[in-house]
Protein backbone atom coordinates (compact mmCIF):
# COMPACT_ATOMS: atom_id res chain seq x y z
CA UNK A 1 0.00 0.00 0.00
CA UNK A 2 2.66 2.47 0.43
CA UNK A 3 4.03 1.56 -2.85
CA UNK A 4 0.75 3.14 -4.09
CA UNK A 5 0.60 5.94 -2.29
CA UNK A 6 4.72 6.01 -3.22
CA UNK A 7 3.76 6.40 -6.49
CA UNK A 8 1.06 8.56 -6.01
CA UNK A 9 3.54 10.95 -4.84
CA UNK A 10 5.82 10.64 -7.62
CA UNK A 11 2.95 11.10 -9.94
CA UNK A 12 1.61 14.48 -8.04
CA UNK A 13 5.49 16.02 -8.09
CA UNK A 14 5.44 15.33 -11.55
CA UNK A 15 2.54 17.16 -12.49
CA UNK A 16 3.80 19.73 -10.48
CA UNK A 17 6.79 20.13 -12.69
CA UNK A 18 4.60 20.02 -15.51
CA UNK A 19 2.16 22.78 -14.41
CA UNK A 20 5.11 24.95 -14.57
CA UNK A 21 6.53 24.02 -17.90
CA UNK A 22 2.78 24.11 -19.49
CA UNK A 23 2.18 27.83 -18.42
CA UNK A 24 5.54 28.58 -20.09
CA UNK A 25 4.71 27.14 -23.44
CA UNK A 26 1.33 28.39 -23.40
CA UNK A 27 3.03 31.64 -24.16
CA UNK A 28 3.94 29.88 -27.31
CA UNK A 29 0.74 29.78 -28.37
CA UNK A 30 1.22 25.17 -28.22
CA UNK A 31 -1.24 23.41 -26.40
CA UNK A 32 1.77 20.37 -26.28
CA UNK A 33 2.49 20.91 -23.25
CA UNK A 34 -0.57 21.27 -21.38
CA UNK A 35 -1.70 18.54 -23.42
CA UNK A 36 1.28 16.48 -21.47
CA UNK A 37 0.13 18.08 -18.40
CA UNK A 38 -3.45 16.92 -18.69
CA UNK A 39 -2.43 13.46 -19.41
CA UNK A 40 0.11 12.87 -16.39
CA UNK A 41 -3.28 14.43 -14.22
CA UNK A 42 -5.49 11.54 -15.63
CA UNK A 43 -2.70 9.31 -14.80
CA UNK A 44 -3.26 10.76 -11.42
CA UNK A 45 -6.86 10.49 -11.14
CA UNK A 46 -6.76 6.71 -12.40
CA UNK A 47 -3.88 5.11 -9.89
CA UNK A 48 -5.83 7.70 -7.43
CA UNK A 49 -9.31 6.16 -7.84
CA UNK A 50 -7.36 2.41 -6.59
CA UNK A 51 -7.21 3.85 -3.41
CA UNK A 52 -9.89 3.79 -1.48
CA UNK A 53 -10.75 0.33 -2.57
CA UNK A 54 -7.42 -0.58 -1.10
CA UNK A 55 -7.40 1.47 1.83
CA UNK A 56 -10.83 -0.16 2.57
CA UNK A 57 -9.49 -4.25 2.21
CA UNK A 58 -5.55 -3.43 3.73
CA UNK A 59 -4.99 -5.20 6.95
CA UNK A 60 -3.06 -2.43 8.96
CA UNK A 61 -3.17 -1.48 12.14
CA UNK A 62 -5.14 2.16 12.98
CA UNK A 63 -2.95 4.32 13.02
CA UNK A 64 -0.86 3.44 9.95
CA UNK A 65 -4.23 2.95 7.86
CA UNK A 66 -4.76 6.82 9.45
CA UNK A 67 -1.66 8.05 8.14
CA UNK A 68 -1.79 6.20 5.16
CA UNK A 69 -5.68 8.12 4.02
CA UNK A 70 -4.03 11.53 5.19
CA UNK A 71 -1.23 11.12 2.73
CA UNK A 72 -3.43 10.26 0.26
CA UNK A 73 -6.07 13.30 0.59
CA UNK A 74 -2.98 15.71 0.83
CA UNK A 75 -1.56 14.24 -2.14
CA UNK A 76 -5.40 14.49 -4.11
CA UNK A 77 -5.94 18.14 -2.55
CA UNK A 78 -1.68 18.95 -3.56
CA UNK A 79 -2.96 18.09 -6.82
CA UNK A 80 -6.16 19.56 -7.20
CA UNK A 81 -4.57 23.01 -6.19
CA UNK A 82 -1.70 22.65 -8.97
CA UNK A 83 -4.44 21.82 -11.63
CA UNK A 84 -5.93 24.39 -10.88
CA UNK A 85 -3.65 27.24 -10.23
CA UNK A 86 -2.10 25.74 -13.68
CA UNK A 87 -4.99 26.03 -15.72
CA UNK A 88 -5.62 29.51 -14.16
CA UNK A 89 -2.02 30.82 -15.86
CA UNK A 90 -2.77 28.71 -19.16
CA UNK A 91 -6.44 29.92 -19.63
CA UNK A 92 -5.09 33.83 -19.01
CA UNK A 93 -2.35 33.00 -21.53
CA UNK A 94 -4.73 31.93 -24.15
CA UNK A 95 -6.87 34.51 -23.33
CA UNK A 96 -4.96 36.67 -25.03
CA UNK A 97 -4.29 35.11 -27.97
CA UNK A 98 -5.53 36.10 -31.32
CA UNK A 99 -5.84 32.91 -32.71
CA UNK A 100 -6.50 29.33 -31.53
CA UNK A 101 -5.73 25.82 -33.50
CA UNK A 102 -8.59 24.25 -35.20
CA UNK A 103 -10.34 21.75 -33.01
CA UNK A 104 -9.22 24.15 -29.50
CA UNK A 105 -13.27 24.81 -29.08
CA UNK A 106 -13.52 20.79 -28.69
CA UNK A 107 -10.71 21.01 -26.70
CA UNK A 108 -11.66 23.79 -24.20
CA UNK A 109 -15.22 22.25 -23.83
CA UNK A 110 -13.37 19.43 -22.39
CA UNK A 111 -11.26 21.38 -20.17
CA UNK A 112 -14.34 23.12 -18.63
CA UNK A 113 -16.06 19.52 -17.87
CA UNK A 114 -12.37 18.80 -16.11
CA UNK A 115 -13.11 21.94 -14.19
CA UNK A 116 -16.30 20.86 -12.71
CA UNK A 117 -14.96 17.69 -11.93
CA UNK A 118 -12.31 19.59 -9.64
CA UNK A 119 -15.19 21.61 -8.36
CA UNK A 120 -16.63 18.50 -7.62
CA UNK A 121 -14.03 17.04 -5.66
CA UNK A 122 -13.20 20.38 -3.59
CA UNK A 123 -16.37 19.72 -2.08
CA UNK A 124 -15.50 16.35 -0.51
CA UNK A 125 -16.82 17.14 3.10
CA UNK A 126 -13.46 15.79 4.05
CA UNK A 127 -11.46 18.39 2.31
CA UNK A 128 -13.82 21.13 3.32
CA UNK A 129 -11.30 22.71 5.94
CA UNK A 130 -8.33 22.39 3.93
CA UNK A 131 -9.28 23.93 0.81
CA UNK A 132 -8.87 27.54 1.11
CA UNK A 133 -11.25 30.58 -0.48
CA UNK A 134 -8.82 31.22 -2.79
CA UNK A 135 -8.52 27.61 -4.43
CA UNK A 136 -12.40 27.95 -5.08
CA UNK A 137 -12.00 31.15 -6.35
CA UNK A 138 -8.99 30.54 -8.83
CA UNK A 139 -11.30 28.11 -9.60
CA UNK A 140 -14.21 29.96 -10.53
CA UNK A 141 -11.91 32.10 -12.37
CA UNK A 142 -10.56 29.73 -14.46
CA UNK A 143 -14.24 28.39 -15.57
CA UNK A 144 -15.38 31.95 -16.49
CA UNK A 145 -11.80 32.54 -18.72
CA UNK A 146 -12.88 29.23 -20.42
CA UNK A 147 -15.90 29.96 -20.63
CA UNK A 148 -15.25 33.75 -22.30
CA UNK A 149 -12.33 31.35 -24.48
CA UNK A 150 -15.10 28.80 -25.96
CA UNK A 151 -18.05 31.95 -26.36
CA UNK A 152 -14.96 33.91 -29.11
CA UNK A 153 -13.32 30.34 -30.10
CA UNK A 154 -15.03 30.14 -33.83
CA UNK A 155 -13.79 33.72 -34.56
CA UNK A 156 -10.30 33.04 -33.15
CA UNK A 157 -9.74 29.71 -35.23
CA UNK A 158 -6.53 29.59 -37.42
CA UNK A 159 -7.19 27.10 -40.44
CA UNK A 160 -3.87 26.97 -41.23
CA UNK A 161 -2.75 25.40 -37.41
CA UNK A 162 -3.60 21.93 -36.22
CA UNK A 163 -4.34 21.62 -32.27
CA UNK A 164 -1.00 20.04 -31.83
CA UNK A 165 0.81 22.17 -33.53
Known sequence: MTDLIGALERQANEILRLADR???EATKHSFEMYDDFRRK???FETLASLI???LANVELD??????????FDNLRIVTLHGLINASVRFFMVLSG??????GAKEMLMTELRRLEQSKEALEDPRFADRISDDIRASLAQAQTILE??????????????????
Open 22 to 24: AEK
Open 41 to 43: VSQ
Open 52 to 54: PDR
Open 62 to 71: AATLSDLEIQ
Open 97 to 102: STLLPI
Open 148 to 165: RIIETAPSLLNLAEPLDA
